[in-house]
């Protein structure tokens, strides 16, 4: 472990400029360039808050508040796309990389760190319009704030695991990548971002809660629309699966590196 943080400090420079060079390869042809990065989560945003606030008049049956019920959609749909980005990237890392694991010797702990460097770069922009419009709708909570860091690390942790795990059987196995993109359409619709869990019968919430991300996206509500501490046990099994899939993902990784190589 020590070997591989030294390994991403040495390389700091080649992680950082190859996050650089994606958003300006990105941005570099469009007239506004990265103005881009801000208008596209704006309006997002602005369409939510707009359709569900005051077309819809769309209220949660426990929170009167005129934006509760955008506060609550966003608080899910940003995080869960972040997570769905890593997850998809991680999944192609090796095959859109195959050239650099063929001929550049380096430390390959840095392609994951390069995606999700991407990924939370791209997340940050967005959450910093959202956390804006909570301050200046006077919704943004006070202490929970700070509960974000522990849920959002827990959350790339699992991310990473399940991408790279799945990132090296997508080598041998292509249709590990277009599965898995069927695959998060019903994850998302399975995870409780759209609707409350307080509609579903009962006996479904038992269910529900199996979903590891099912706790991870409740406490990021909880944290943005009832100012409240997430529920830490829901978050037990996230915590074990990141742990597993992490093991099995250095595991086969470790494992099957040579044949990769060659595979790709």
Same mark, same amino acid.
């Given at each position: 472990m020590i070997n591989k943080i030294e390994a991403i400090y040495h390389y700091k420079d080649f992680i950082f400029n190859s996050i650089k060079r994606e958003f300006k390869s990105r941005y570099q042809t469009s007239m506004l360039g990265a103005v881009w990065l801000v208008l596209q989560p704006l309006a997002m945003i602005i369409v939510y808050t707009v359709i569900f606030s005051e077309v819809m008049k769309a209220r949660m049956p426990?929170?009167?508040?005129?934006?509760?019920y955008s506060i609550y959609l966003c608080s899910g749909l940003l995080t869960w796309g972040f997570f769905s980005e890593i997850v998809i990237r991680l999944i192609n890392i090796f095959i859109e990389n195959g050239n650099y694991l063929k001929k550049i010797n380096f430390p390959r702990i840095c392609l994951p760190i390069i995606a999700v460097g991407i990924s939370f770069v791209n997340f940050l922009i967005i959450f910093s319009l959202y956390l804006i419009?909570?301050?200046?709708?006077?919704?943004? *909570?006070g202490v929970e704030f700070f509960a974000i860091i522990p849920l959002l690390i827990l959350q +790339?942790?699992?991310?990473?695991?399940?991408?790279?795990?799945?990132?090296?059987?997508n080598v041998f196995f292509r249709d590990v990548g277009q599965f898995m993109a069927i695959v998060m359409q019903f994850?998302?619709?399975?995870? *409780?971002?759209?609707?409350l869990v307080s509609i579903i019968p009962l006996w479904a919430r038992e269910w529900l809660m199996l979903n590891p991300m099912s706790g991870?996206?409740?406490?990021?509500?909880?944290?943005?629309?009832?100012?409240k501490f997430p529920v830490w046990?829901?978050?037990?099994? +996230?915590?074990?699966?990141?742990?597993?899939?992490? +093991?099995?993902?250095?595991?086969?990784?470790?494992?099957?590196?040579?044949?990769? +190589?060659?595979?790709?």
């Open positions: 426990d929170n009167t508040g005129a934006f509760a419009f909570l301050i200046i709708s006077g919704n943004f *909570p +790339v942790l699992f991310a990473m695991g399940l991408g790279l795990t799945l990132g090296v059987l994850w998302f619709w399975f995870t *409780p971002i759209i609707y991870v996206i409740l406490g990021y509500q909880n944290i943005f629309l009832y100012h046990s829901d978050l037990i099994i +996230v915590s074990i699966l990141a742990i597993l899939f992490n +093991v099995l993902a250095y595991f086969l990784y470790k494992k099957h590196a040579g044949e990769m +190589v060659d595979e790709l």
